[in-house]
């Protein structure tokens, strides 16, 4: 077996064969590892191999098949591969993937389940560590909702309703039930002065996704408020250390859409990349 290691990456040639996996990628530094621990030319070209490196790296759980990815036998939806991807090449914890997975399947609605996917896919919503994700909601200036004025959204607050009360129709767009949305629903939505807060919902409680804002609300029947909107939120996985974007960058978020869509589209060439190599296998 031959290698060249430069600062751009390492590329393995082996039996013929020529393997490239660039610095930036997560299982970078595992190849580096093998390679000076003397692994064997096997070993080393199964961590370059695209689909047993990822199959690895996702653990038991997961399958990955030469289209696919599946998650205890269920097709895992594009935007969740997108995830995956994203923490794999940039060397994130799957932890919270892997809550998020367990927290959906406790979902008993599959419409929801599916629908919870395109909002993610709209929306591009971070992830917790313990397997929720994050949201935006816009308030009254006193912290009580559009509709009503009744409940209060103050940090801390965790409110609660019936699932069986929520409406369970996308095709009805204003109906019972607490909203989120994305940062451009929430800033768009209500009227004067108002406020924008940072909401934690579980997965197995969203109960519909409404077609009539292109996706980017949602319907839950519980949330938590965990903070008041500093800015846009990061958008793979999020913790207490590591939850907005980079102020000097982004600002107040306006320019957060740019941002994300280059994020996206470089999730997406990784799929694209993978998939291209398992097909040729």
């Given at each position: 077996?031959?290698?060249?290691?430069?600062?751009?990456?390492?590329?393995?040639?082996?039996?013929?064969?020529?393997?490239?996996?660039?610095?930036?990628?997560?299982?970078?530094?595992?190849?580096?590892?093998?390679?000076?621990?003397?692994?064997?030319?096997?070993?080393?070209?199964?961590?370059?191999?695209?689909r047993?490196?990822?199959?690895?790296?996702?653990?038991?759980?997961?399958?990955?098949?030469?289209?696919?990815?599946?998650?205890?036998?269920?097709?895992?939806?594009?935007?969740?591969?997108?995830?995956?991807?994203?923490?794999?090449?940039?060397?994130?914890?799957?932890?919270?993937?892997?809550?998020?997975?367990?927290?959906?399947?406790?979902?008993?609605?599959?419409?929801?389940?599916?629908?919870?996917?395109?909002?993610?896919?709209?929306?591009?919503?971070?992830?917790?560590?313990?397997?929720?994700?994050?949201?935006?909601?816009?308030?009254?200036?006193?912290?009580?909702?559009?509709?009503?004025?009744?409940?209060?959204?103050?940090?801390?607050?965790?409110?609660?309703?019936e699932?069986?009360?929520?409406?369970?129709?996308?095709?009805?767009?204003?109906?019972?039930?607490?909203?989120?949305?994305?940062?451009?629903?929430?800033?768009?939505?209500?009227?004067?002065?108002?406020?924008?807060?940072?909401?934690?919902?579980?997965?197995?409680d969203?109960v519909?996704?409404?077609?009539?804002?292109?996706?980017?609300k949602?319907?839950?029947?519980q949330?938590?408020?965990?903070?008041?909107?500093n800015?846009?939120?990061?958008?793979?996985?999020?913790?207490?250390?590591?939850?907005?974007?980079?102020?000097?960058e982004?600002?107040?978020?306006?320019?957060?859409?740019?941002?994300?869509?280059?994020?996206?589209?470089?999730?997406?060439?990784?799929?694209?990349?993978?998939?291209?190599s398992?097909?040729?296998?």
């Amino acid at each position: 077996m031959n290698y060249i290691i430069t600062p751009e990456g390492i590329t393995v040639v082996s039996n013929g064969q020529s393997y490239t996996l660039s610095s930036t990628h997560g299982n970078y530094n595992a190849v580096l590892d093998a390679i000076r621990d003397g692994a064997s030319e096997a070993e080393i070209v199964d961590l370059l191999n695209p689909r047993v490196a990822l199959t690895k790296y996702l653990g038991g759980a997961f399958e990955v098949g030469e289209n696919s990815v599946k998650y205890h036998g269920e097709e895992v939806h594009g935007v969740l591969v997108q995830r995956i991807i994203d923490c794999h090449r940039n060397g994130l914890p799957l932890d919270p993937l892997l809550r998020f997975f367990e927290n959906l399947e406790r979902n008993d609605s599959r419409r929801a389940r599916t629908e919870l996917y395109t909002f993610l896919a709209h929306g591009n919503m971070p992830v917790t560590p313990d397997g929720c994700f994050l949201a935006y909601k816009s308030l009254r200036s006193d912290y009580t909702d559009h509709h009503t004025g009744k409940f209060s959204n103050r940090v801390g607050s965790t409110l609660r309703m019936e699932r069986r009360k929520v409406c369970d129709d996308a095709g009805i767009g204003c109906s019972y039930g607490f909203h989120a949305g994305s940062l451009e629903y929430a800033q768009s939505f209500g009227s004067g002065d108002k406020k924008i807060v940072i909401v934690k919902i579980n997965p197995a409680d969203v109960v519909s996704v409404p077609t009539d804002c292109e996706c980017q609300k949602l319907r839950t029947c519980q949330y938590e408020v965990v903070d008041e909107f500093n800015g846009a939120l990061r958008n793979t996985i999020a913790d207490d250390e590591n939850l907005y974007e980079d102020e000097d960058e982004y600002g107040d978020g306006d320019s957060v859409s740019v941002s994300n869509n280059d994020k996206i589209e470089d999730a997406l060439e990784g799929i694209r990349s993978i998939l291209s190599s398992l097909a040729n296998r």
